[in-house]
């Protein structure tokens, strides 16, 4: 089946630094969304793209829908201790929706 | 207010036993979801519901067995648990079936463990 190709799988990082993650479909997807799970909860959106090429941000997350339509990225500037958790991207496509297989983000204090 | 919630938060219980969870969401959505999240953190479709109404079943073992009694709500019902049915297991909604501009909501999740 479909699926949505999520990198890097894991980070670890140093507070205050900058993070990119990306996700790429063999498929047009004509909607882009970002999801942050902490530990122990449920998946939350964090941003959701329409177009492409929109470039969208929610205070120092940053997600932009690619030209093509294949793909979408998530920028974290100024890492914090509470950014840590998994960040999964999504699409819908037909009846449902596609997942990738999440980033899980550590950083260090 | 919580959009989707779900009961029970955390489940231990027996190989053999069979065991409900339930769902319900307050957002006027019509569609509702349930995901299974192995220990790799996938998340995998098992159902969806569309107007209480089976869109969607995933190769899921006929042990589980969702009900919708209502659009607001979807409950999981899995008999004969086995070792392998432990996971998080969460329900979603969205206005409609991964449509275009749609958007998914999560519940917080149920922590499955079978002894």
Known sequence: ?109 | DTAVSQTPKYLVTQMGNDKSIKCEQNLGHDTMYWYKQDSKKFLKIMFSYNNKELIINETVPNRFSPKSPDKAHLNLHINSLELGDSAVYFCASSQDLGADQETQYFGPGTRLLVL
Do not use: H
């Open chain 1, 1 to 109: 089946g479909q699926q949505l190709n999520q990198s890097p799988q894991s980070m670890f990082i140093q507070e205050g630094e900058d993070v990119s993650m990306n996700c790429t479909s063999s498929s047009i997807f004509n909607t882009w969304l970002w999801y942050k799970q902490d530990p122990g909860e449920g998946p939350v959106l964090l941003i959701a793209l329409y177009k492409a090429g929109e470039l969208t941000s929610n205070g120092r997350l940053t997600a932009q829908f690619g030209i093509t339509r294949k793909d979408s990225f998530l920028n974290i500037s100024a890492s914090i201790p509470s950014d840590v958790g998994i960040y999964f991207c999504a699409g819908p496509l037909g009846s449902k929706f596609y997942f990738g297989s999440g980033t899980k983000l550590n950083v260090k204090p």
